[in-house]
């Protein structure tokens, strides 16, 4: 019975343990990197960042896009894309510089100007 009990405290622990951590990372509501807008000189660099980006490899896919904003400095998707980066590895200060840049650039684009995670970086 004793067992038992502990193994049921143990089991919900974890499960609430996980359940927070998934919040944390913002699942549900994850942010994603963006598509490069039609006819930007800045497209191959978004995809080829996308691309390591969704496996997991953050400065494989910083350089892209930060390679992506010198190639198409006004492009608010390379903007964005470099700001998640920098928000995921912790430069928050970049991150929201970046963050910034794509709202102003991306006042068309609704992924942009309703992204959570860009709205608490940029508070205006």
Known sequence: MMLRRGLAAILCTVFLGVTAAYADMGHGHAAAPLKAGAGSKAETHI?????????GHMD??????????????????????????????????????????????GKDNPDIQNSEILNKHVKM
């Open 60 to 105: 494989e896919a910083k350089k892209h896009f930060t390679a992506a904003v010198q190639d198409d400095p006004q492009s608010a998707e390379a903007h964005y894309n470099v700001a998640l980066v920098l928000d995921k590895t912790g430069d928050h200060k970049g991150a929201s510089e970046h963050f910034k840049k794509a709202k102003e650039l």
């Open 47 to 55: 995809t080829e960042g996308i691309m390591h980006y969704e496996k």
